[in-house]
């Protein structure tokens, strides 16, 4: 159940779900990944640079070059893998989804206490693959991160997917509004959920 309010967004939870939350400006809920929907990844990476920033051990996943990645987010430190048909170290095709969940479970099994993930290339992986693979990659990564303490943000635009797609994609990952993300983190009020 969602409430809002002045700025707030909290999703109250089942007293079943004992799940810890990964500490940050937003308290997301470990062994989750969350479809960030929206034109504008930026606020994906902020989120993202916050939680590391605060000392929780991040992996990038991306289109975009990662040393842009690494100065335009002061993410020095973090591993960031290249989605590319450009070859290189830590470039991976988008056609190469076996090796890059592999790459994201291994980052995840080498964090037990606790990780973030960002996925930002869904779209340049759909084009390549189909939808259908597209969606068993993403499916898959869901079904890893569940007993793990570890969140996925994953980065879409609605707009290019047809609906009926979107909607598969939407049904089994927990959504973001990343409209109403920004919101909320230029105003340094809480986003629970």
């Known amino acids: 159940m969602t409430h809002r309010g002045e700025g707030v ?19 997301l809920e470990a062994g989750t990944c969350y ?15 916050d939680f590391v920033e605060r000392g929780t051990p991040g992996l990038c996943v991306t289109r975009i070059y990662p040393e842009k990645v690494r100065s335009r987010y002061s993410l020095a430190s973090v591993p960031v893998w290249w989605i590319s048909y450009s070859p290189g170290d830590r470039h991976y ?20 206490n606790g990780c973030v993930v960002l996925l ?9 693959v189909g939808f259908d693979k597209n969606l068993l990659f993403v499916e898959h990564m869901n079904e890893y991160v569940m007993p793990r303490r570890a969140v996925v943000l994953v980065t879409v635009d ?4 047809k609906p009926s797609e ?4 939407e049904r089994f990952l927990e959504s973001i509004d990343e409209l109403e993300l920004r919101q909320v983190l230029g105003n340094g009020a809480p986003y629970i959920r």
């Open 158 to 161: 609605p707009d290019c997917f």
């Open 120 to 128: 930002d290339g869904v779209e340049f992986i759909m084009n390549s």
């Open 166 to 169: 979107f909607a598969r994609l």
């Open 35 to 49: 479809l960030v929907k929206g034109k504008q990844t930026e606020t994906s990476y902020r989120l993202f640079q």
């Open 93 to 112: 095709a988008p056609t190469a989804v076996g090796l890059l969940a592999k790459v994201i479970e291994t980052f995840i099994d080498d964090h037990p």
């Open 9 to 27: 967004v909290r999703v109250t939870e089942s007293m079943e779900n004992d799940h810890p939350k990964l500490d940050g400006p937003v308290e």
